[in-house]
């Protein structure tokens, strides 16, 4: 198997001189709080999958959702298994959310996504992230036939986990599901 790009390696933390340090003192939120910010409450929601308990805020007055890295208009965010927690369930936390997201937020509201440009229609978008890809299933599931093949990657893969970054975004556009299953950044091409 060949190795991620050095750049992956190299350079995966780099934004952290990029921003500024945690604060001494934070305000927890929690699914359910109401935050009053610039005269507009908002609910907090939460969701997994891309990030534990990742914060989401929606007013309904206002017709505002501020969805994070959740829900993007385009792309998928990734979701993958983190080597802390590797009997982790990402994907079924991820699916889960959007179910739940799909249910709470109205279709007229405005998505304001961590990435990219607002949008709004939530639950057609989320119907589509939740939509299985038939090129990767055909993809993964070739993958998964040859059991000998599928233990050296994770063999591999999580060998090679103490050295890399516990996040990696597969290079490939073609699949979002191809994020999803990159466990630990160790390359996964089927």
């Known amino acids: 198997m060949r190795p991620p790009p050095k750049t992956v390696v190299t350079k995966g933390h780099e934004y952290l001189r990029i921003v500024s340090g945690l604060p001494k003192t934070y305000r927890r939120l929690i699914a359910g709080d109401v935050l009053r910010l610039g005269g507009r409450a908002f609910e907090v929601l939460t969701g997994g999958g891309h990030s534990p308990e990742q ?3 929606l007013s309904r007055d206002d017709k505002l959702f501020f969805a994070a890295d959740q829900v993007l208009a385009k792309i998928t965010p990734n979701v993958s298994v983190a080597a802390v927690d590797p009997a982790g369930d990402p994907l079924g936390i991820y699916l889960r959310s959007l179910a739940a997201l799909k249910e709470t937020v109205a279709d007229d509201v405005l ?4 990435h990219q440009l607002p949008f709004t229609g939530l639950g057609a978008r989320a119907s589509q992230l939740r939509a299985p890809s038939p090129f990767a299933l055909r993809s993964h599931r070739a993958g998964l036939s040859d ?6 990657r994770a063999h591999s893969t999580f060998s090679s986990a103490r050295s890399m970054p516990t996040r990696w975004v597969s290079p490939s556009p073609r699949s979002w599901r191809t994020s999803i299953i990159c466990c630990a950044g160790a390359s996964c091409r089927s």
Do not use: D, E, T
């Not at 998505?111 to 961590?114: C, E």
């Not at 059991?147 to 050296?152: E, M, N, T, V, W």
């Open 55 to 57: 914060v989401m805020l």
């Open 147 to 152: 059991g000998a093949a599928l233990g050296r």
């Open 111 to 114: 998505i304001l996504p961590g």
